[in-house]
């Protein structure tokens, strides 16, 4: 007899995310058939502050309730809809779990239930499901190929959306790549991070965070706060460059770069203005000049032209990752793999709303040679899903902020008893 868990309860509500918004948080519960055991799994979605013009829809109710970020509507339709719909089913078969939640929103961006919704109700399946069969969720989705850790990259000073600083590029992040495991590489880097914050207090600067952690100062631009992370890397006793202790990698956000026309970029802190062939020169001085790692988001999500230029141009020489160009949306990534524009591809799990849409950008990524790095959102919550994701699903970096605030250091921690399990 095959095993069976069938889902008997399943209920949402509103919780608060790292910014002080609401979001939606699920949990269903599942009984075996065989031994009438019941298992709970929550999971609670985040919030982009930049987000791509294609993602998934965030339902939020408008009003006055939250400042109209209010998401009963979408707590409603889990509570009322989904929970219906979902009576009754075998939560180990996540692809049909999914399936249903797709069928049930009937839209091609989930505008009807809402993407929130969706993902909170399709993790928790997958969590309740686990926890029923006494694995970790990483163990679940993975089975035994979970048998590599991700790189992290730290976003350690926070510009663009993520900042009220002078700061366009929205992160800059250090990656361990010289650690012998992410427990040492998480060590690395918290480490230099103490030591960025002295620096930055003695010149002065401020050591205010932003929304992912980071410090926040108002530096010259992107090359002085470059220089400033090199020099605490050194500070830390670390070595800075390929093949070395760390490398640093950006991202752009570029597609808040949007200026009067598809040719023309218009950075709104700085005022600096450039054409896709001038941004395309910027970024490859910018590889020379600095051990640059990957930059994502170097250009607008449109500016598919441009995009194809710039991968034949560095795409040799750094990672290129597509965040906002492909939302982890495997027709868009499709469409990147055709035109060759970039090599990797950010995943957030609610850029396309369910776990088994995440499943299948994986795939195809991998498939093609591109780089999978699992990332969290600037508006998080303390769940740690995507630690167990990156590990399950084999990404080759995980992003998920700075050692700093417990949205952040939950999922750092998550890792840490993964790796030492």
């Known amino acids: 007899m095959s095993m069976k868990l069938n889902i008997t309860r399943v209920h949402a509500r509103e919780v608060l995310d790292s910014r002080g918004n609401p979001t939606v948080e699920t949990e269903v519960t599942v009984e075996s058939e065989i031994t009438g055991a019941k298992s709970t799994g929550r999971a609670a979605v985040p919030s982009g502050a930049s987000t791509g013009e294609f993602e998934a829809v965030e339902l939020r109710d408008g009003g006055e309730r939250y400042g109209g970020a209010g998401v009963q509507n979408a707590v409603d339709h889990v509570n009322q809809k989904i929970a219906k719909a979902l009576s009754g089913k075998n939560a180990l078969r ?32 997958a969590k309740a499901a686990a926890k029923a069969l006494h694995m970790p969720l990483y163990r679940y989705v993975g089975g035994v190929n979970a048998v590599t850790m991700p790189v992290p990259m730290m976003n350690i000073l926070n510009g663009g959306a993520h900042s009220d600083n002078s700061l366009d590029v929205q992160e800059f992040m250090i990656l361990p790549m010289g650690a012998p495991d992410i427990t040492e590489g998480i060590r690395w880097c918290a480490e230099v991070y103490q030591h ?54 950006l991202d752009a956000a570029a597609s808040e770069w949007k200026g009067r026309d598809a040719d023309h970029y218009l950075l709104p802190k700085s005022g600096q203005e450039y054409t896709t062939d001038e941004l395309i020169d910027h970024w490859e001085d910018m590889i020379r000049k600095f051990p640059i790692y990957s930059i994502e988001d170097p250009l607008d999500e449109e500016d598919w032209g441009g995009w194809q230029k710039l991968t034949e141009r560095i795409g040799g020489r750094v990672i290129l990752v597509g965040d906002d160009l492909f939302v ?14 970039g090599n990797a591809i950010l995943i957030k799990p609610n850029q396309i709303g369910s776990l088994s849409e995440t499943m299948e950008t994986i795939r195809l990524a991998k498939e093609h040679g591109y780089q999978t790095i699992m990332s969290h959102r600037s508006g998080e919550t303390e769940d740690t899903t995507i630690a167990d994701l990156s590990v399950g699903l084999g990404s080759d970096l995980i992003k998920t902020g700075a050692p700093c605030r417990g949205e952040r250091t939950a999922k750092y921690n998550r890792l840490m008893r993964i790796d030492e399990a």
């Open 94 to 125: 996540q692809s049909h779990i999914d399936a249903r939640l797709l069928e049930l929103d009937g839209t091609d961006n989930k505008g009807k239930l809402g993407a929130n919704a969706i993902l909170s109700v399709s993790l928790a399946c």
């Open 328 to 341: 982890t949306n495997a027709a868009r990534l499709e469409k990147g793999i055709t035109l060759h524009c």
């Open 196 to 249: 960025l914050k002295k620096l930055l207090k003695q010149r002065g600067l401020s050591v205010a965070v932003g929304d992912e952690g980071g410090f926040a100062p108002s530096v010259s631009g992107e090359e002085e706060a470059i220089t400033l992370i090199m020099e605490a890397i050194v500070a830390a006793g670390y070595t800075c460059g390929r093949g070395k202790d760390f490398m640093i990698s």
